[in-house]
Nanobody, 124 residues
Framework: QVQLVESGGGLVQAGASLRLSCAAS????????MGWFRQAPGKEREFVAA????????YYADSAKGRLTISRDNAKNTVYLQMNSLEPEDTAVYYC?????????????????WGQGTQVTVSS
């Protein structure tokens, strides 16, 4: 069983930056495509970004392009989400997720393992 634990969320002002981390247990991390999703209050969970097992290929939602960067360190079993120029609209619970390279990056159903989420709140 793979466990994912997110950290790095918090309360920040608009324009600030945060780096979220997601640490995975076990020895299969380097095999996974990793994704970040978020769920804002009253809204459905949505795709934010994904990165393939090698870290070479990354994928972003349109809302994330230019401000958010996904990366990974397979030696540390950790995936990151660097968030810059945060806006109040980025307020959400952020979840990391892992899948065995289904080729589908933006759909929740493609991901087998999920973390519990970390809250990001951006004040105006």
């Amino acid at each position: 069983q793979v466990q994912l634990v997110e950290s790095g969320g918090g309360l920040v002002q608009a324009g600030a930056s945060l780096r979220l981390s997601c640490a995975a247990s076990g020895h299969m991390f380097s095999m996974f495509t990793m994704g970040w999703f978020r769920q804002a209050p009253g809204k459905e969970r949505e795709f934010v970004a994904a990165i393939d097992w090698s870290g070479v290929n990354t994928y972003y939602a349109d809302s994330a392009k230019g401000r958010l960067t996904i990366s990974r360190d397979n030696a540390k079993n950790t995936v990151y989400l660097q968030m810059n120029s945060l806006e109040p609209e980025d307020t959400a619970v952020y979840y990391c997720a892992a899948q065995f390279n289904t080729g589908t990056y933006s759909k929740e159903s493609a991901y087998e393992y999920w973390g519990q989420g970390t809250q990001v709140t951006v004040s105006s």
